[in-house]
């Protein structure tokens, strides 16, 4: 079994800046992408952010330029921080990995966070 571990969310002001991070245990091979989603009150989850195993990252319009992802592949952990935040980016964040679970089988999984929320002030 795989876990997917989130922290780092918050109420944070207006143009502040916040870490998330999600560390990945249990029975992990490997991990292809990692993703960040969102999803506001009433709204469709969002993705926000991708990486790959390689590290090429790619961004929603609305975060490009403030946010950051990144990942650590010795530790199974996918971090986005986020700067410049705006009231708008607030939402319960959620954590997607892609984990192959054996070494015998390219079979990848997904896999998700419980969820961080993350408040932003105006």
């Known amino acids: 079994q795989v876990q997917l571990v989130e922290s780092g969310g918050g109420l944070v002001q207006a143009g502040g800046s916040l870490r998330l991070s999600c560390a990945a245990s249990?029975?992990?091979?490997?991990?292809?992408?990692m993703k960040w989603y969102r999803q506001a009150p009433g709204k469709q989850r969002e993705l926000v952010a991708t990486i790959n195993s390689e590290g090429s990252t790619n961004y929603a319009d609305s975060v490009k330029g403030r946010f950051t992802i990144s990942r650590d592949n010795a530790k199974n952990t996918v971090y986005l921080q986020m700067n410049s935040l705006k009231p708008e980016d607030t939402a319960v964040y959620y954590c997607?990995?892609?984990?192959?679970?054996?070494?015998?089988?390219?079979?990848?999984?997904?896999?998700w966070g419980q969820g961080t929320q993350v408040t932003v002030s105006s």
């Open positions: 249990g029975t992990i091979f490997s991990i292809n992408a």
């Open positions: 997607y990995a892609d984990v192959r679970i054996r070494i015998y089988s390219a079979t990848y999984l997904a896999y």
